[in-house]
């Protein structure tokens, strides 16, 4: 019986490692799943957005699927802060569409409202050759024809399940008639795939779609889930949760589907198992106090890292809270790092005396703790602790935003490093946190690696804000691995 599944072990891991050399000697991504919206015959689902223009919030929108018998009722509502004769107004406008399972449309209505005012109505009936739409408004009401030759059309809001079922060969484009509510029309849009983008999220790499449909563009997840729409006047929706959708504040943005992927020269089959990463960047400008007191030491470009020996920082004892001056940087609060919010820092130190003040065994656990506690969910935009702490989902920043909010409070040195790290052929973006242990020694609460493997190759210490900043930077080098062991 062991001798079986020790052959079985061995099978997966060869199976693992073979389709780790295809995705990377040629990545194309694997099809779309078929997006289940709707599985029983009458159910409901929703997906929220912001609306933004530049960093401008311009409002929200919901577009939700119900399904009723052999028919989907589609709607999208969106609330939108716009001008009109020079004043700021509150614009409501309205989707709906009937659709059979197959999402071909039944019959579609429009609506659009000023705040204050009557506002207009557009509802359409169909015919094999014809769709005859009646306009209303306070004052008006009439009749618009639009000829469709017994021709299969679609709107957005079909789009996305049409391409579910029915994945294009990236860059090879196809039409798409599409059926334009707000002008009452029907155009011939090219859609095209332009790129499958690989994208870490948590402890996995995943698959992001992008498509052009006309002058807009679509990001759309494995999952057939429409994460991000770019309209050419400059409008986005981001993909988000109810609650924050319908918030008016302006953010703080981070793109991930923008974020850089670098392709490795080698493979590496274990990267949790490397004793050391020797690797080359060119064009970048290294920060050589980044790599004092650590295991990580720059040679002109070259960066050799060399990984923490665990059972040797566990024969220690690294009491804290750290009172010197020269840690103040490392225990104080920033724009992110709330360590001066009272709830979350009774929570750091609460937690630092059940580990009896041990810097290893308190930073040990707040490691652990922080991947179960945070749902792992990517982000478009920045958040500070206490909306983090209120929310409870995000990815590598916000746990490393909360590792060292906690650590910080309880008089634990911690500091942001942001850098890249190594996942199935390729270094992404990534942030993580450094604790003072007598030397700087960093964690990853994200891949719950606590010290963190050799791969994490740090490029930047600061604030957020200076982490990201290296964003630009590092889709400008080059990297090269020269040994991994």
């Known amino acids: 019986m062991k001798t079986i599944k020790i052959i079985n072990a061995v099978v997966f891991c060869l199976w693992l490692a073979l389709i780790s050399l295809l995705l990377y000697k040629n990545y194309t991504g694997v099809p779309l799943?078929?997006?289940?919206?709707?599985?029983?015959?009458?159910?409901?689902?929703?997906d929220w957005y912001d609306i933004y223009n530049g960093t401008n919030k311009l409002g929200f929108a919901v577009t939700t699927f119900e399904k009723a018998g052999d028919e989907i009722i589609i709607t999208e509502n969106k609330e939108l802060k716009v001008f009109k004769n020079g004043k700021e107004t509150l614009l409501t406008e309205e989707v709906r569409l009937l659709t059979d399972n197959d999402y071909k449309i039944r019959s579609a209505d429009y609506s659009s409202v000023f705040k204050g005012e009557e506002g207009i109505r557009a509802s359409g009936s169909f015919e094999d050759d014809a769709i005859i739409f009646i306009l209303e408004s306070a004052k008006h009401r009439k009749t618009h024809k639009i000829e469709i030759n017994k021709k299969s059309f679609y709107h957005f809001l079909t789009l996305i399940p049409l391409l579910n079922q029915n994945m294009p060969v990236p860059g090879s484009p196809f039409k798409v008639l599409m059926l334009d509510l707000a002008n009452l029309s029907i155009n011939d849009v090219k859609v095209v795939l332009e790129e499958i983008r690989p994208v870490k999220i948590g402890t996995n790499v995943f698959n992001l779609y992008k498509f052009r449909a006309g002058d807009t563009i679509l990001w759309i997840n494995e999952q057939g889930a429409l994460i991000k729409k770019e309209y050419p006047s400059g409008t986005t929706f981001y993909s988000e949760l109810e609650s924050i959708a319908k918030e008016s504040d302006d953010r703080v943005f981070l793109d991930y589907t923008s974020l850089p992927v670098l392709k490795?020269?080698?493979?590496?089959?274990?990267?949790?198992?490397?004793?050391?990463?020797?690797?080359?960047?060119?064009?970048?400008?290294?920060?050589s106090k980044l790599y004092e007191k650590t295991l990580a030491?720059?040679?002109?470009?070259?960066?050799?890292?060399?990984?923490?020996?665990?059972?040797?920082?566990?024969?220690?004892?690294?009491?804290?809270?750290?009172?010197?001056?020269?840690?103040?940087?490392?225990?104080?609060?920033?724009?992110?790092?709330?360590?001066?919010y009272e709830p979350l820092a009774y929570t750091g130190r609460l937690y630092a005396k059940l580990h009896k003040y041990d810097g290893f065994s308190f930073a040990e656990?707040?490691?652990?703790?922080?991947?179960?506690?945070?749902?792992?969910?990517?982000?478009f935009v920045l958040r500070n602790s206490t909306e983090i702490q209120k929310y409870r989902y995000g990815d590598y920043i916000e746990r490393s935003i909360m590792f060292a909010t906690y650590a910080r409070t309880a008089g634990l040195p911690t500091r942001l490093i942001g850098g890249i790290v190594y996942r199935n052929g390729y270094f992404y973006f990534h942030v993580w946190p450094e604790v003072w242990l007598d030397r700087w020694i960093p964690a990853d609460p994200s891949l719950e690696q606590f010290p963190a493997d050799a791969t994490?190759?740090?490029?930047?210490?600061?604030?957020?804000?200076?982490?990201?900043?290296?964003?630009n930077d590092l889709k400008k080098i080059e990297i090269e691995v020269l040994e991994a062991s």
Do not use: C
């Open 33 to 46: 799943e078929k997006k289940e919206i709707i599985e029983e015959a009458f159910s409901k689902t929703s």
């Open 264 to 287: 490795s020269n080698k493979l590496i089959a274990n990267p949790e198992d490397l004793n050391l990463l020797r690797v080359k960047i060119k064009d970048y400008n290294f920060q």
């Open 297 to 340: 030491k720059l040679k002109g470009d070259t960066l050799i890292i060399r990984r923490e020996a665990v059972e040797e920082l566990k024969k220690k004892k690294y009491i804290f809270p750290y009172k010197e001056k020269d840690f103040n940087e490392y225990l104080s609060p920033d724009r992110w790092v709330l360590t001066d």
């Open 365 to 379: 656990y707040l490691n652990s703790y922080l991947y179960g506690l945070i749902r792992t969910m990517p982000e």
């Open 456 to 471: 994490h190759i740090p490029l930047k210490e600061g604030t957020l804000e200076d982490i990201v900043s290296i964003i």
